[in-house]
């Protein structure tokens, strides 16, 4: 009996080695399918990962650009209502000095006086518009031109050298940077 207990016990035994071995080749078997498994669920997580991170910055990028543009529409019509104040602000002193004129003008009758006083006025004037990129547009022994001029009146008769001149500015033309304000109204020879 003892054969057969030891047969009994080696076949124990190899039962008990070939269980511990067939848990482990399944054990190999079941981690690799599931690693399978996961090969195949980590392109479809990656690429769901991937949507939301695109979505993600989608939506910011939608939201950075409506920002943008509420921003500009605020700027813009701050521009438009404020965008005069520094042409404004540096007309005031010449208003200053235009009611300093007024009230001396009351307690003196000198004529010359009062045309010097506006002189300077003007010529203060002409100063502050030139600052804001005002010109005056040359008129004088100028040959027509459409651009600059507007013809209110042809003069005929004024000979071969005037046709075509600038003979007389009924209303100085005005230049802001370049660009034509107020075409000079002007009499040309015919």
Known sequence: MKEKDINIEGEEQKTDEMSVEAPADEVTATAEEEKAVEEEKDPLAEAQQQIEELKDKYLRQVAEFDNYRKRTLKERSELILNGGEKTITALL??????????????????????????????????????????????????????????????????????????????ATGYKLNDKVIRYAKVAVGQ
Do not use: W
């Open 93 to 170: 002193p010449v208003i200053d000095d235009m009611e300093r004129a007024l009230q001396n003008g009351q307690n003196t009758d000198d004529v010359k006086v009062l045309r010097e006083g506006m002189e300077l006025i003007y010529q203060k004037l002409m100063k502050v518009l030139e600052s804001q990129g005002v010109k005056k547009i040359d008129t004088t022994d100028a040959d027509f031109d459409t651009n600059l001029h507007e013809a209110v009146a042809l003069v005929p008769g004024m000979g071969d050298d005037k046709k075509g001149k600038v003979i007389d500015c009924m």
